[in-house]
């Protein structure tokens, strides 16, 4: 047992005794050689975006966002540009003729590109890339950034005899602001990520801001508050390392395959509602078949006897009153049940394609003002609740995100059940209130009308299932199982609280503004 227990331990003590003894190591090497420091840190980093790279464009098949394509094909053009700072700062002696200064732009164009990638890879969302024109992109703009320092030397000093130049100075800022526009974003969309990745990522963003504001106060290339920087920038690729290389192969379904999980669940979902839907066809359209076929029997047996009559040697009175019934009475009762039968499945079949075409409306997702849209659905209605007697009101409801056309539906389908269903013996009454909570917004839809049994309460939201039984209320029963696909279909939820003589609650959550 405590050798099972001991992995766990390390893995969650380890890194607070390594590095802290990583950090004095390397303080040690900057006092005895400061050149050997920048270097070991600095590769560190190349390693480690290029990893980075090299995990996101082998894993590209299989993803179904472009978070994580995009930063490494970044990754990889930010660790070439710290390549090459690194092969240019002042000491390993390969750009003689630049001085200080090509080391420091370079430096400053590679976090520019680090900074503005971490604040876009977040607004792709669940967008597919197209990899090799981002490659293409980002090869573009490298070349650029090279030749402008190498060859055409247009790009700002950023060091000069007097030290950091204002131009250097103010850049670190602008990158400083811009990852902190990142972190904003990241946490905004935080649904699209799994929660220890999204914490190691804001993590190592805050690491790299704190870095640059290091870098920005530095007055001597090998001074303190410069080392200071490079220790932040290698404690923030490490945390990018523990999200995106080592979450990746540890929880391949956070990272490399957490969409495909989330499809299989969609899958699953779908097939119990395949089988759902089969029982349902069974049943409620085998019981008018089952009818079809016993009525078409008994025409036949009509017929039959009919025909047994006619082929009499006389007919009396009796034998022709027999047929005149069989003729004037069964065989029309039976194809006016038949009617009646054909009737109702087509109904069924009607139903059924009104269900199934929910899945494959486009969505149209928007900020909805809530307070607008039931406005207007109650608007629709008020002629009916007049009728009915009922007073119908409105709270201050919070915005959510949404389809406004499928939304209008889902609040128009529960108000009009509210109304069906309200109890005769006394005035009506209907509410409708929201809240937030936390990244979601609650919405109640209350009466006070004849409620619904405890068992009911799922089987509400089946196809073709009533509230009651009672014939003065119309409808097939597909009002609520509509409501649910179309409140499911934005990853929401719905559900009642309800008792008989006690009135009926639903309750509706969307994702919130």
């Known amino acids: 047992m405590e050798s099972e227990k001991r992995p766990g331990t390390w893995e969650k003590r380890g890194p607070w005794l390594v590095v802290p003894a990583i950090a004095i190591g ?38 179904q966002t472009g978070y994580l394509l995009f930063l490494g094909i970044a990754y990889l053009f930010v660790a070439a540009i710290d390549l090459t700072h690194t092969l240019a700062y002042e000491g390993v002696g390969i750009f003689k003729q630049h001085g200080p200064d090509l080391a420091t732009q370079l430096w400053i164009g590679a976090r520019y590109m680090e900074s503005l990638s971490l604040l876009a890879a977040p607004l792709l969302g669940r967008r597919r890339l197209r990899a090799e024109w981002v490659f293409a992109c980002f090869a573009v703009l490298t070349a650029c950034l090279l030749v402008s320092t190498f060859h ?13 130049t204002l131009f ?33 990522i804001v993590a190592s963003v805050v690491l ?56 299989n669940d969609s899958l699953e979902l779908k097939n119990r509602e395949l089988q759902r839907f ?86 149209q997702i928007t900020q909805v003002d809530m307070n607008r849209l039931l406005k207007q659905v109650t ?24 389809d406004l056309v499928q939304l209008n539906e889902v609040f128009s389908n529960l108000l009009d059940n509210a109304l069906k269903y309200l109890d005769p013996e006394r005035p009506g ?27 009911q309460h799922e089987r509400v939201f089946e196809i073709f299932q009533r509230l009651n039984v009672d014939d003065r209320v119309d409808g097939e029963g597909l009002g609520l199982s509509i409501v649910r696909r179309l409140v499911e279909r934005h990853h929401g939820r719905i559900w009642l609280e309800s ?7 639903f309750f509706v959550v969307l994702p919130s503004v």
């Open 168 to 200: 250097k100075k103010l850049s670190e800022l602008v990158i400083s602001a811009v990852l902190i526009g990142a972190i904003v974003l990241l946490v905004k969309r935080r649904s699209q990520f799994d929660p220890g990745v999204l914490r190691l």
């Open 379 to 402: 608007a629709s209605m008020d002629a009916r609740a007049a009728q009915a007697g009922a007073s119908v009101r409105v709270g201050d409801l919070p915005a959510c995100q949404g």
């Open 278 to 363: 089969a029982r349902i066809i069974r049943h409620d359209l085998g019981n008018p078949l089952f009818s079809v076929e016993a009525l078409a029997k008994c025409i036949e047996s009509y017929c039959g006897r009919a025909s047994e009559t006619m082929d009499a040697p006389r007919l009396d009175r009796k034998r022709k009153d027999a047929i005149r019934t069989v003729l004037q009475s069964d065989i029309p009762n039976s194809v006016e049940s038949i009617q009646e039968s054909v009737e109702l499945m087509k109904k069924l079949l009607e139903g059924l394609r009104q269900v199934a075409a929910v899945g494959h409306r486009p969505l």
């Open 499 to 505: 008792a008989p003589g006690r009135g009926t609650r």
């Open 152 to 164: 055409w030397r247009v790009f700002p000093t950023c060091y000069d005899e007097d030290g950091l």
């Open 429 to 455: 009454r209907i509410s409708i209130v929201g809240r937030r909570e936390g990244a979601m917004s609650v919405y109640t839809v209350e009466d006070n009308g004849v409620g619904i049994a405890h068992g």
């Open 26 to 63: 390397l303080h040690l090497i900057g006092v005895g050689n400061y050149l050997v420091f920048h270097t070991i840190v600095e590769v560190f980093s190349i390693v480690v975006a290029s990893a980075i790279f090299m995990l996101a464009w082998n894993s590209r098949a299989v993803r």
């Open 208 to 263: 790299t801001v704190i870095s640059e504001l290091s870098f920005a106060l530095y007055r001597d290339v090998y001074g303190i508050t410069n080392e200071l920087g490079h220790m932040l920038k290698l404690a923030s690729f490490y945390l990018i390392y523990r999200a995106v290389i080592q979450t990746g192969i540890r929880k391949p379904y956070a990272v490399l395959l957490r969409d495909l999980k989330k499809s």
